[in-house]
C-alpha cells in the first residue's frame, strides 16, 4: 500500500469521523429538553391593562396543537372582543396579535383547528381569520351554539401533501346546552350534541348533513342525573368532561364519559370513563400520545391528571405569585400552555407585575419526577424535546399554509 493511498484514506476516515460526529452533536442539540417552564410577558402597549395597570389577559383561551396560537376571548378594548395571539418559536421575540370578526366564547373545531366558530354556529377557515383577521368571512354555520360550546374533528380524513386543501368529507361534533336553557343558570344544564358532515375543497365548504341537536348520556340519568357543568369535548369527539350537578351516586365531581362514535346512536348512550374525585375548572384533553392526559386549574395553579395512573401533577412555578387566569391547554407534544399573571423580582428586591403565557413541561415537574422517585422507578420519559415541539411546529404550518 502506497504511502499517498495510506494518507487518502486516512483522510477520509478522519473526516468521515469528523462528519459523524458534527451529525451526532446536531442531533444531540436537536434532541435538548424543552425549558422546564418558560414565561413570555404581554405587551401592555398593544394589548392594554387592566384595572390593577397589568397588561390585559383573557378569560376563555383555547390553545391550538402545535401551542402557536391562542384564541383568547375578553380579550379588551384595545385588541378587539376576541383575539389570536402568536407564540415565537423557542419563547424568543414578542407575541403577536391578530383580531377576529368574532364575539365571546368562540372556539376552535380542534384536532386540526381547520375551522374557527363563533357562538352563533358560524364556521372560518382559521388561515383566513389569519390572513383577513377581522374581514374573514364565513363558510357555512351550522353545529351547536352558544357559551360554552366546542366542538372536535370526529373522524379526521387523511392529509394530503397539500396540507387542508384536499377534497374532504369531514365529521365535526359539537357539544353544549340547549339554547333556551334558563339564563340565570348559565354553565349548568342538560346536555345536547350535535354531528355535522361537511365536504370541503380547500376553497368551498358545505354542509352535507346533519344529526341535528340530541340529548346525550340517557342511560346514565340514574346515576348522575340529567345537569351537568363545565363540559369539554375530546380532541377526537369520542370523549367529554363534565361535572353532573346532582348524582344519586357520590358528590360532584369532574369526570369523564365515553361517547358512542355511531352519531345516530338511540339516546346518544354514554359510558363512565374517569372520576376525577374533585371539582376543578374545565378538564381540557390531551392528544395522544399522551392520551390518557387532561389539564385543569385549581385554586391558581395548574395540574395534568393522568387517567391511567389516576395521579394529579402539579405544575411548578418559577415566578413570585404566579396565577392562572383562564383554563388551561396540552398541546399534541405534551406541552401545557395558560395564561397567567406572575412578578418579575431583580435581586436588589424591586418587582414588576406582569401578565402573558406560561409553558410547562410536565415531565420536568417535580410534581411528577417525585411521584416516580417514590415509587423507586425511572420515569417513562425525562422530558419534551425542542426537536418534537419544532416537529408540531413545522407540521400545523404545513397544513395551514403557513410561514413557520
Not at 79 to 98: C, N, Q
Not at 231 to 242: C, V
Not at 372 to 393: F, L, M, N
Request: proline letters at 7%; aromatic letters at 10%; a neutral charge.
Amino acid at each position: 500500500m502506497s504511502h499517498r493511498f495510506l494518507l487518502v484514506t486516512v483522510r477520509a476516515a478522519t473526516a468521515l469521523a469528523i462528519s459523524s460526529s458534527a451529525a451526532l452533536a446536531l442531533e444531540e442539540h436537536r434532541s435538548h429538553c424543552v425549558a422546564p417552564l418558560a414565561y413570555l410577558p404581554l405587551d401592555g402597549s398593544v394589548v392594554g391593562f387592566d384595572a390593577q395597570g397589568v397588561p390585559a389577559l383573557g378569560t376563555y383561551e383555547r390553545v391550538s396543537p402545535d401551542g402557536r396560537f391562542i384564541l383568547r376571548s375578553y380579550s379588551g378594548a384595545k385588541v378587539g372582543t376576541v383575539s389570536l395571539m402568536e407564540l415565537p418559536a423557542g419563547g424568543a421575540g414578542p407575541i403577536r396579535v391578530y383580531s377576529t370578526p368574532f364575539s365571546n366564547e368562540a372556539f376552535p373545531v380542534q384536532g386540526t383547528w381547520r375551522y374557527l366558530v363563533d357562538v352563533n354556529g358560524e364556521h372560518y377557515r382559521f388561515a383566513d381569520v389569519l390572513r383577513r383577521q377581522g374581514l374573514a368571512k364565513p363558510l357555512f354555520r351550522a353545529g351547536m351554539t352558544g357559551f360554552y360550546a366546542a366542538a372536535s374533528e370526529l373522524r379526521q380524513s387523511p392529509m394530503d401533501l397539500g396540507g387542508l386543501a384536499s377534497q374532504q368529507t369531514i365529521q365535526i361534533r359539537s357539544l353544549s346546552w340547549p339554547q333556551n336553557a334558563d339564563a340565570d343558570s348559565q354553565g349548568v344544564g342538560p346536555l345536547q350534541a350535535e354531528t355535522i358532515e361537511v365536504q370541503d375543497d380547500g376553497r368551498i365548504a358545505r354542509v352535507k348533513r346533519t344529526t341535528g341537536p340530541r340529548f346525550i348520556c340517557s342511560n346514565r340519568r340514574s346515576e348522575d342525573g340529567g345537569v351537568f357543568a363545565l363540559p369539554m369535548i375530546s380532541i377526537d369527539g369520542l370523549e367529554f368532561s363534565a361535572i353532573p350537578q346532582s348524582p344519586n351516586q357520590g358528590q360532584p365531581s369532574m369526570r369523564v364519559y365515553g361517547l358512542s362514535p355511531d352519531p345516530l346512536a338511540t339516546g346518544h348512550p354514554c359510558d363512565l370513563r374517569a372520576d376525577l374525585g374533585m371539582s376543578p375548572s374545565k378538564a381540557v384533553f390531551g392528544y395522544a400520545p399522551p392520551a390518557a392526559w387532561l389539564t385543569y386549574s385549581d385554586l391558581g395553579s395548574v395540574y395534568v391528571f393522568d387517567r391511567a395512573l389516576k395521579q394529579s401533577f402539579r405544575m411548578d412555578s418559577a415566578r413570585e405569585r404566579t396565577l392562572v387566569s383562564a383554563f388551561p391547554g396540552l398541546t399534541r407534544d405534551g406541552r401545557v400552555v395558560y395564561g397567567a399573571t406572575w412578578r418579575d423580582c431583580t435581586p436588589s428586591g424591586a418587582c414588576e407585575s406582569r401578565a402573558g403565557y406560561v409553558i410547562a413541561d410536565p415531565y420536568q415537574s417535580a410534581s411528577y419526577r417525585a411521584f416516580w422517585q417514590a415509587r423507586g422507578q425511572p420515569a417513562p420519559k425525562a422530558c419534551i424535546t425542542q426537536e418534537q415541539v419544532s416537529d408540531q411546529r413545522k407540521a400545523f404550518a404545513q397544513k395551514h399554509g403557513l410561514a413557520e
